[in-house]
C-alpha cells in the first residue's frame, strides 16, 4: 500500500540553524501538509500546499518557515533559524483529490530536537 | 473560535468495550475523523462521518450527532495493542482543507 515517507527520522540541530524536513507524499496525491507536535500536545496544522503553491497557513508558520516542492515527488519544510521551541515532531500529510470522504494519510514524522 | 474537547485519559481492560467522547465547536463542519496513535509514531486513520449516525467498521465505530457537536468512537473486543492515543479531529472546509485536532485520548488496555 502507498504511504507517506519522510526524512530524517530524528534530527538534531543548534539553536539559529536553518534544518530542512523532507518528505515524499503518495505518487498520485495533489494536496499536501505539515502538521507538528510537541511532546505531549496537540497535533497542529502548519501549512497547506496545492499546485506548487501555499493554500493555507496557520499562524504558527511564520517567516522562518517555508516549503517547496523541489522537484515533481519531495516536498520539504525548512526552518530558517531554529528555536528552542521548534522542538517537535513535524508530520507531512496527503489527501488525493481533497473529495468527499477522503482522508489525509500522514508520514511516519521527523523529530526535530533543537539545543 | 475552534474548541474539540475529549478525555485526557481511559482506562479499560482486555475484552471490554469503551467508548470515547469529542464534542467540538467550530465555524465551519464538513467531517470527524477518528485518528489512533501509538507513542512517537504517526495518527493513522480509524473513521471518518460526515453524516449523522453510526459508521461500523470491525471492532470500531463511530458515531456522529452535529446538531449536539459530538461524536465518540467506540472500540469493542479490547486489545492489549489497542493501548494509543486516540485523536478526534474536525474538517471545517472543503475535502482538502486542514484537519483541527483534539488533544487526544489516551487510552491504557490493561490485562
Known amino acids: 500500500e502507498p504511504e507517506v515517507t519522510q526524512t530524517p527520522s530524528h534530527q538534531v540541530t543548534q539553536m539559529g540553524q536553518e534544518v530542512i524536513l523532507r518528505c515524499v507524499p503518495i505518487s498520485n496525491h495533489l494536496y499536501f501538509y505539515w502538521y507538528r507536535q510537541i511532546l505531549g500536545q496537540k497535533v497542529e496544522f502548519l501549512v497547506s500546499f496545492y499546485n506548487n503553491e501555499i493554500s493555507e497557513k496557520s499562524e504558527i508558520f511564520d517567516d522562518q518557515f517555508s516549503v517547496e516542492r523541489p522537484d515533481g515527488s519531495n516536498f520539504t519544510l525548512k526552518i530558517r533559524s531554529t528555536k528552542l521551541e521548534d522542538s517537535a515532531m513535524y508530520f507531512c500529510a496527503s489527501v488525493q483529490t481533497g473529495g468527499y470522504g477522503e482522508t489525509q494519510y500522514f508520514g511516519p514524522g521527523t523529530r526535530l530536537l533543537v539545543l | 473560535g475552534q474548541n474539540i474537547d475529549q478525555p485526557t485519559e481511559m482506562t479499560a481492560t482486555e475484552g471490554a468495550i469503551v467508548q470515547i467522547n469529542c464534542t467540538y465547536q467550530?465555524?465551519?463542519?464538513?467531517?470527524l475523523f477518528w485518528y489512533q496513535q501509538h507513542a512517537g509514531e504517526a495518527p493513522t486513520f480509524l473513521s471518518y462521518n460526515v453524516l449523522d449516525g453510526l459508521e461500523e467498521k470491525g471492532r470500531f465505530s463511530s458515531f456522529l450527532s452535529r446538531s449536539k457537536g459530538y461524536s465518540y468512537l467506540l472500540l469493542k473486543e479490547l486489545q492489549m495493542k489497542d493501548s494509543a492515543s486516540y485523536l478526534c479531529?474536525?474538517?471545517?472546509?472543503?475535502?482538502?482543507?486542514?484537519?483541527?485536532f483534539g488533544k487526544g485520548t489516551m487510552l491504557l488496555v490493561s490485562p
Open positions: 479531529a474536525v474538517r471545517e472546509g472543503p475535502g482538502y482543507s486542514t484537519l483541527t
Open positions: 467550530t465555524s465551519g463542519f464538513n467531517g
